[in-house]
């Protein structure tokens, strides 16, 4: 539900607000945005909880970077999260402006414990296997395996990889600030220039585990070990090989990024550069850049067809690269109804999804929509997991 209040000519006040019903029937009222416009000859201020807008790109949006992901929400992945901020627009001659943003804490993306449980389980996997190999390499641990295979006492990678034991670390309080300057109507295209310090807002591993954590636990984990063997007590000494945590940590690290788009028109197409390159700072996180180039036009028969081409990089070594393709088709039925076909292709892990997508308009508030997903991956935890599930669905939309 969105209501909208003008207050004149100075200002604005926006508020949607949601009422989800839960499995179990209870109902939880919140609300997604709510913010105050006001408005100045020269400068335009919006404070509250808002999303801030600074991509061109479909649905993946490099420089919007301030809002975190609803992995839970109906398009996981596109889906965003307001957050309170104070954005305000400055405008100045030849039709450009400068916007600023501030937002007094970070949110990091909302995945639900579903989510949360999967990526737990395959960190601790990949850990497992990881913290093994190095294990059966060090001279020192190779002897202490051999001394604790004596005692009846076995280490292989399921042991290892049941030590491992994910937390998350969810700051809320990191402040971000960014700001833009766009100058509009050059040639029929409006360019941007973006500079922001951000938290990132995926989950990333702290590479400081091999390094720092894992000797640390394992120095810990022999001298207990050992203490109960020198005592003879092999049951204790077994149950804590057994039940032993090494905590593997996700951190949110501070970004500083650097961002441009165009957007305009070439001929009767619409065509967009979305761009933005992130800068970590710290050596275990690789810099990088996510890249969007893109087109619309309309075809025969009111057909509307968008292509776009992304690509992201890796934030860290050993993770891959994400190239997609999308193609969204938009066709019409008797200037009233819609038909929709969305598609993406993976083209670095092999992965695609698609979504048949059809409007039913039922009156002039009301629309019946109509759909499917259809997911093809070739295993679970491939980004296109991340995007979307198959699911076959129905939803009325109303507007009051």
Same mark, same amino acid.
């Given at each position: 539900?969105i ?7 100075? %200002? ?42 600074? %991509? ?39 039709r ?27 960190t ?20 202490l ?18 030590w ?24 029929g ?24 954590t ?52 070439? %001929? ?90 059809f ?15 259809w ?26």
């Open positions: 539900m209501l909208e209040k003008e207050l004149g000519f100075s %200002g604005n006040i926006y508020v949607k607000a949601q009422l989800e019903q839960k499995y179990n029937g209870e109902n939880i009222a919140k609300i997604d945005q709510g913010y105050l416009d006001y408005y100045t000859k020269n400068v335009d201020f919006r404070v509250g909880k808002q999303i801030i807008r600074w %991509g061109t790109g479909y649905r993946f949006k490099p420089n919007d970077v301030f809002n975190p992901n609803d992995m839970t929400g109906y398009k996981a992945f596109f889906d965003k999260m307001a957050i309170n901020a104070v954005k305000a627009n400055y405008y100045l001659p030849n450009s402006e400068i916007s600023l943003v501030v937002t007094p804490e970070s949110k990091v993306q909302k995945m639900g414990l579903e989510k949360e449980n999967d990526v737990a389980k395959r601790a996997a990949e850990f497992g296997v990881q913290t093994y190999q190095q294990l059966i390499q060090d001279p020192n641990f190779k002897a395996l051999d001394a604790w295979s004596n005692y009846g006492i076995n280490i292989d990678e399921n042991t290892v990889q049941n491992m034991a994910p937390e998350y670390d969810k700051p809320l309080d990191n402040p971000q600030v960014g700001l833009r300057f766009t100058k509009r109507g050059v040639k295209f409006d360019y941007s220039v973006m500079l922001s310090q951000t938290t990132e807002k995926t989950i990333v591993l702290d590479k400081k585990f091999f390094q720092e894992l000797p640390q636990e394992l120095t810990n984990l022999t001298n207990k070990t050992n203490g109960y063997l020198t005592k003879g007590m092999l049951g204790k000494a077994l149950d804590v090989v057994e039940n032993y945590e090494i905590p593997i940590k996700y951190v949110y690290p501070e970004i500083t990024n650097i961002g441009f788009s165009a957007i305009g028109q070439v %001929g009767k197409q619409n065509v967009w550069i979305d761009m933005n390159y992130s800068i970590f700072g710290e050596e275990e996180y690789l810099d990088g850049g996510y890249y969007v180039i893109g087109h619309d036009m309309k075809l025969a028969n009111n057909l509307y067809l968008t292509n776009q081409l992304t690509y992201a990089a890796p934030i860290l070594k050993g993770d891959d690269e994400l190239i997609t393709l999308n193609w969204i088709f938009e066709y019409p039925i008797n200037n009233k109804h819609e038909f929709i076909l969305t598609s993406m292709y993976d083209i670095s892990n092999n992965g695609f999804s698609l979504e048949p997508q409007n039913y308009q039922l009156n002039k508030s009301s629309q019946l929509q109509l759909g499917l997903t997911l093809g991956a070739e295993e679970e935890g491939d980004p296109m997991t991340w995007f979307s599930k198959d699911r076959v669905y129905s939803r009325l939309k109303v507007d009051f």
